[in-house]
């Protein structure tokens, strides 16, 4: 079977728009291929195991590439569309570059498997590893290992926003916590809140490919009867108004310990309120998913909704916020 294959040039700082756009328009499969220069140093600090060869994209710019069904997709269509959208994101302070599109057909088996290759082990924290499913690995007896095969969802952990969320979710679980993950992609961040000593997860996605992905790889862990995973627009099955939620209850009892949240500052900005009211007092709240020149309108955010800011961790140019309802 043959497949178009997009491929958009542009920014880092635009990959998760540019990405979801893509998703939207139910491209196939998404592949994300950021900077390997030589001039970006690579964090072997807790063994990550690097196999994907460097390459000669510039610092900051990222490839994206979508793939769509030759036999039902108009491609010029879409590449016309997309324009428009990726302008767009200037507006809201998100710097797609001199971003280009170009286009080629290709045979499935180029792409569907190819990029598992280089989707190794990898240590992402002091304690956790993510496992693709696929892959032979031995860990230590201090290890715990997420057994992760993404699909089409996001979140592998490669990325810095993910890897960040889970090493701040290991310094900030205690143990016994009720957890609630905003925007689970593949379920990553429940699952490996689990494994830190969470009592119980309730996993949202407004994506229905995410929450598949996401109950799947809760079945792969062990941790289905652990990891609940619901549609949900952001916050709003915790609505009596807007979800029904009456044949199957939620796992965890409202107000939790612990809001995640990995998404776009945009969306983090949307619904602060929503996440104080879902904490108990003196619950934590991490916000993801920021790139730099965000970070300051976060903070402000943040402070208005109510919240003292305990903790800025940072990845590249990527900041996770640590934040605690008052008690």
């Known amino acids: ?56 994209i510039p610092e900051g710019q990222a ?58 082990p990898i240590r992402v924290s002091e304690r956790l590893t993510i496992k693709p499913t696929w892959e032979e690995y031995t860990p230590s007896p201090d290890e715990r290992i997420i057994e992760l095969d993404p699909g089409m969802a996001f979140g592998t952990g490669t990325h810095p926003t993910t890897a960040l969320c889970l090493r701040t979710l290991e310094s900030v679980i205690k143990g016994g916590e009720e957890v609630i993950d905003v925007g689970t992609g593949s379920g990553i961040l429940a699952i490996g809140a689990m494994l ?25 862990n062990g941790l289905e009867g652990d990891i609940q995973v619901y549609l949900s627009d952001l916050l709003g099955v915790l609505k009596k108004d807007t979800a029904d939620t009456s044949s199957v209850p939620l796992n965890v009892t409202v107000p939790v310990d612990l809001v995640v949240a990995n998404i776009l500052a945009e969306i983090i900005l949307l619904f602060l309120d929503d996440v104080y ?51």
């Open 1 to 56: 079977m043959k497949w178009h294959e997009l491929t958009i040039s542009t920014t880092e700082e635009a990959i998760e728009m540019i990405s979801n756009f893509l998703h939207e328009l139910d491209a196939d499969g998404v592949s994300i291929e950021e900077s390997g220069t030589l001039n970006k140093q690579r964090d072997t600090s807790l063994g990550q195991w690097y196999e994907h060869p460097l390459n000669d």
């Open 63 to 120: 490839v994206i590439k979508g793939y769509f069904s030759e036999l039902d997709t108009d491609i010029d269509a879409l590449m016309a569309s997309l324009p428009a959208r990726i302008d767009q994101l200037r507006e809201f302070d998100i710097d797609p570059g001199d971003y280009k599109l170009s286009k080629a057909l290709v045979d499935e088996e180029d792409w569907a498997n190819a990029w598992k290759q280089y989707f190794k």
């Open 196 to 220: 830190l000593g969470a009592r119980k997860v309730l996993a949202l996605d407004l994506d229905p490919i995410a929450v598949t992905s996401a109950k799947e790889n809760s079945r792969l």
């Open 277 to 327: 009211a879902a904490l108990k007092p003196g619950g934590t709240y991490i916000a993801s998913g920021i790139f730099k020149n965000k970070e300051e309108d976060v903070a402000a955010g943040l402070q208005a909704a109510g919240f003292t800011i305990l903790d800025r961790q940072r990845d590249q140019d990527w900041i996770a916020f640590v934040a605690k309802k008052p008690e």
